[in-house]
């Protein structure tokens, strides 16, 4: 739970100025090791991730700017390896793709999980093994789902009658036969914020488990020689703490599996769980540990699989935030600082919602701290914000920062690493930052910063 959560307990609820931060911490230079990547220090005052300071980092590729840890990333992937062993991992690029990030999932024999054309792209652009692929989305395009199934991707999760008819449809046209899960809505009603829930009856992905839509896509795929079903997936929500959800939603595909057997004479040998693990973001969370998130999920299945008298199918999970954004660093240049009196310092940086979307428009919460060197003036209330045009183009709701914050210094906010990049935008025309990895002392960039060129391009 946040530090500056509603009293409520709603941590994605606006913070009313009552609710803002009883106390400064003692100390505003320590890094909290829960929400800063691995590798992560400070050194001569400024912070170092990987042994590399951020200040160089603002010199050699400009601000703002995404820092990547490489080893934080790969890191996370083998824990997730570790903690699902036997079982399948697959990374969901929406959280952060680019081609060097799928170098390194594959690298790490993770698999990926793709929603869109653009993202199968960049994975296919770079060789990802088409068979470690799963093709998820509400909407897959006839364009789409030809390109996946041409490319021989592992898995495509249907989402919709016309999408089973779509993959029969093209399934025969190709001469393959897919492997099939289709995607089932539980009924969970996770414990995140509304728009990053996705189980509860009232959204728009999966069929739905209580209206018997899940069983009747079922049939209707089973009905489908051309096409080979070999599981089914839930995926309950992003950002969730509480584990009890993806034991619920557990249970209740476990029972599906045993009606399907009961009423087809079919076994599935799959059970897709989705991702959703949440991260801390700020002192304070609990990020749930993925060891007894493993154990607990297993020993679910196996009981309830057991108990009906089916085999274990195997698991596959899919985390995107735990595995990207903990290693994610953004790094800003203060431009303004502008007290409003009995309230708090607005403190202005050189990028925005362009390149953290979720403070707008989710509330989340993020924490900074001043980056380039170390400071012991007085802790200051300040909300960083952006350079848009909008009073909501806010980075970090509520900080304390030191009272000698100044144009020039650095900023950096950790666990940026999930959709931070992957929703970025261009309003105002702002430019992409460029995106760097850190490895061992040394950087590269994996993503180069947007030009004015490219936002010209394309344009009459
Ligand atoms: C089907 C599916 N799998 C995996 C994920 C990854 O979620 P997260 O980044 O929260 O782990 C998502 C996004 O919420 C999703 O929609
Ligand atoms: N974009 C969301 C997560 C969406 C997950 C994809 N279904 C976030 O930043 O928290």
């Avoid at 739970?1 to 994605?12: E, I, K, L, V, Y």
């Avoid at 100025?17 to 400024?46: K, M």
């Avoid at 189980?199 to 009905?223: M, P």
């Avoid at 708090?344 to 990028?351: A, F, L």
Wanted: hydrophobic fraction near 40%; aromatic fraction near 6%.
């Amino acid at each position: 739970m946040s530090r500056f959560a509603h009293p409520a307990g709603d941590r994605h609820a606006e913070v009313l100025p009552e609710d803002r931060p009883p106390q400064a911490p003692a100390d505003l230079n320590t890094l909290v090791p829960t929400i800063w990547p691995r590798t992560s220090g400070r050194v001569d005052g400024a912070v170092t991730i990987a042994g590399v300071d951020v200040r160089d980092l603002a010199r050699e590729y400009g601000t703002p700017l995404y820092v990547v840890d490489e080893d934080d990333f790969r890191s996370r992937c083998r824990d997730y390896k570790a903690a699902f062993q036997g079982e399948d991992v697959y990374y969901a690029g929406k959280a952060f793709l680019c081609k060097e990030v799928a170098r390194w999932v594959d690298q790490e024999g993770l698999g990926l999980d793709v929603c869109s054309g653009g993202e199968l792209a960049v994975a296919l652009s770079v060789g990802f093994p088409p068979e470690r692929i799963a093709l998820h989305g509400n909407n897959k395009s006839y364009a789409e789902l030809e390109r996946a199934l041409a490319a021989g991707v592992g898995h495509i999760v249907v989402d919709s009658f016309q999408e089973i008819a779509r993959v029969g449809y093209l399934a025969d046209k190709l001469g393959v036969r897919p492997k099939i899960q289709i995607r089932v809505t539980t009924g969970v009603e996770a414990h995140t914020h509304e728009f990053i829930a996705t189980a509860h009856d009232d959204q728009k992905f999966g069929l739905s488990l209580n209206s018997g839509a899940a069983a009747e896509a079922v049939r209707r795929v089973l009905a489908l020689p051309q096409l080979e079903l070999v599981g089914l997936h839930s995926h309950i929500g992003s950002q969730i703490f509480d584990t009890a959800g993806f034991e619920v939603a557990a249970r209740r595909l476990a029972v599906l599996l045993t009606e399907i057997k009961q009423e087809h004479g079919v076994v599935l040998p799959e059970l897709d769980l989705g991702g959703g693990y949440g991260i801390a973001y700020v002192e304070g969370d609990d990020a749930p540990d993925i060891k007894v998130i493993a154990d607990n999920l297993r020993m679910i299945v196996t009981r309830v699989c057991e108990d009906a008298g089916l085999p274990v199918p195997r698991l596959t999970v899919e985390p995107g935030r735990a595995i990207s954004g903990p290693g994610g660093v953004t790094v800003y240049e203060v431009g303004t600082v502008k007290d409003v009196e009995g309230l708090r310092s607005y403190v202005s940086v050189d990028g925005g919602m362009s390149d953290n979307l979720r403070t707008a428009l989710y509330g989340a919460d993020y924490t900074c701290v001043l980056a380039s060197r170390a400071s012991e003036a007085r802790p200051t209330l300040s909300r960083v914000v952006g350079k848009h045009c909008e009073s909501g183009d806010i980075v970090v709701r509520d900080v304390w920062l030191p009272g000698d914050l100044t144009a020039g210094d650095l900023l950096a906010v950790p666990a940026t690493g999930a959709y931070c990049r992957s929703l970025a935008h261009n309003y105002n025309y702002l430019l992409k930052p460029a995106v760097v990895a850190v490895k061992d002392g040394k950087s590269r960039v994996i993503m180069h910063r947007e030009t004015e060129d490219d936002l010209l391009r394309g344009q009459v």
